[in-house]
């Protein structure tokens, strides 16, 4: 029997359901983030979980047998769950949140409400949505570098962003001046001509 679980997640717990090919729910419970959380979710699984689920030649988890919905794609949660031999699908949160409307009038959000969501997704759906494939050490190294790239782009965007807005209103000549040199701001030599410059 294939088991499906939807894992609505939040900073410190996740609430999950398990249910089986029919919909039928097997199981719900608020589980703490970390390894306590983890350990609880094996052992929900496990009193559901088939003989034949369990490869008899490598004592792991056959593939497909336990199927989750998580409204992410990282952190060591998920990474803790596809190392388990869990196949893992990252449901978009407006996509669950489409989904909640076709199922609730008020499209109210509730965290297990949200958990039987993504059980649903997954149970019936889950060939429109991607399932998260499990990397090597050097691609997740690349993925941690790329996203800390990004985010210093996105830090530095905004803070010129707010640089430009100070210079509007307080000093307006020097991104004429600038303009007319044909610096952007981000330059270095404009970044020291604005050091340079009297204060507002």
């Not at 909640?100 to 039987?116: I, L, Q």
């Not at 997740?140 to 430009?164: C, D, G, N, P, Y």
């Amino acid at each position: 029997m294939v088991l499906f679980v939807g894992d609505d997640w939040a900073e410190d717990h996740h609430d999950v359901e398990v249910c089986d090919e029919t919909g039928r729910r097997l199981a719900k419970a608020r589980l703490p983030e970390g390894m306590t959380g983890m350990a609880r979710l094996h052992e929900l699984l496990a009193e559901h979980l088939s003989e034949d689920a369990i490869s008899a030649e490598t004592g792991t988890l056959a593939e497909g047998e336990v199927i989750v919905g998580i409204e992410t794609d990282r952190g060591p949660w998920v990474a803790a769950l596809i190392a388990a031999g869990y196949q893992v699908f990252a449901i978009n949160p407006l996509s669950a949140a489409r989904y909640r409307e076709r199922h609730s009038t008020s499209g109210a959000k509730s965290d297990p409400g949200d958990a039987h969501v993504l059980a649903e997704i997954v149970r019936l759906d889950r060939a429109h949505h991607r399932p998260i494939a499990g990397d090597s050490d050097a691609v997740e190294a690349l993925k941690l570098v790329a996203r800390s790239h990004q985010s210093l782009i996105w830090e530095r965007t905004r803070h010129l962003q707010r640089l430009r807005q100070a210079l509007r209103e307080y000093f307006p000549a020097a991104l004429d001046a600038l303009a007319a040199g044909g610096l952007e701001l981000a330059d270095p030599d404009a970044l020291e001509l604005v050091e340079r410059a009297g204060d507002p």
